[in-house]
């Protein structure tokens, strides 16, 4: 030991202070990390729930082909079992899963990480949303073959599936951060596919007046339309781009709400 007093680095402060924390990682290197991370974790146990949610929407469209005989009542009956999918995997399996997450404390885990709250709900409500995509299709094509739609358009599905999927996925992450008790956040999310289900794939001229207007409420609705519209000999595409339009706002005030919750639990 030669007994010289050591100097301090620079990454040693001489006063003994702790050195200070790295800077927070960008959003966009954020969110990718965590989408990847969530798409990885998801993939196994989500697909055989993803067979469950094709097969659920292709068995209504089975059902409601003996009472439906086609035009627009097919129409809305192959566009809403289509979004069905969406809303079964972004809304209801979201919902469950960040009750989950709040209630077992993983959220704290989430917290000590340098990362954006934003890209941990955009990441992870990418992950449920992107399971959605082959179902969604299947369900698509199966429902047009079944009552004899027309196959052009379905190209459409590239805008409704991520812009649906972003609406329905913020608000079942926003169900499952702000219910009390995982439970709650189960059952919240069990309601919001089930008003996806009656509210999108009956027909909206089958719906009494006060339900027709909860039907305008539901962020996947206007994925519904929109898609609904494609169906015609000539579709009317300026329609189409404002309901799409419309799901797009919806979808960014349901993310940031979403935001704003994580937020909040994460603090308690």
Not at 140 to 164: E, R
Not at 190 to 201: F, I, K, R, T, Y
Request: glycine letters at 8%; one cysteine or more; aromatic letters at 6%.
């Amino acid at each position: 030991m030669s007994g010289r007093v050591r100097t301090a680095t620079v990454n040693e402060p001489a006063d003994g202070a702790p050195a200070p924390l790295a800077p927070r990682a960008r959003l966009l290197p954020s969110l990718a990390a965590v989408y990847r991370a969530q798409l990885s974790r998801a993939r196994v146990a989500r697909i055989p729930l993803l067979f469950v949610a094709t097969f659920q929407s292709v068995g209504i469209m089975i059902l409601m082909r003996g009472v439906v005989d086609g035009g627009d009542e097919a129409r809305a009956v192959v566009a809403g079992s289509s979004v069905l999918v969406v809303a079964f995997v972004a809304l209801n399996l979201l919902a469950q899963y960040f009750g989950q997450l709040r209630a077992s404390g993983g959220l704290d885990h989430y917290a000590t990480l340098p990362v954006p709250p934003a890209a941990v709900v955009l990441g992870a409500a990418g992950a449920y949303a992107s399971f959605t995509v082959p179902g969604t299709a299947v369900t698509a094509v199966t429902g047009s073959v079944l009552f004899q739609l027309p196959l052009t358009h379905l190209w459409v599905l590239v805008a409704v599936i991520p812009l649906s999927g972003a609406a329905l996925a913020g608000l079942g992450a926003a169900l499952g951060l702000l219910a009390p008790r995982q439970e709650l956040a189960t059952l919240l999310g069990q309601l919001g596919m089930s008003a996806a289900l009656l509210l999108g794939v009956l027909p909206a001229d089958r719906l009494p007046g006060p339900i027709a207007y909860a039907r305008d409420l539901l962020p996947s609705t206007y994925g519904v339309e929109a898609l609904a519209r494609t169906f015609d000999a000539r579709p009317d595409w300026l329609v189409v781009a404002f309901d799409l339009a419309v799901c797009a706002a919806v979808g960014v005030c349901s993310l940031a709400v979403a935001t704003w919750a994580y937020r909040r639990a994460a603090v308690r």
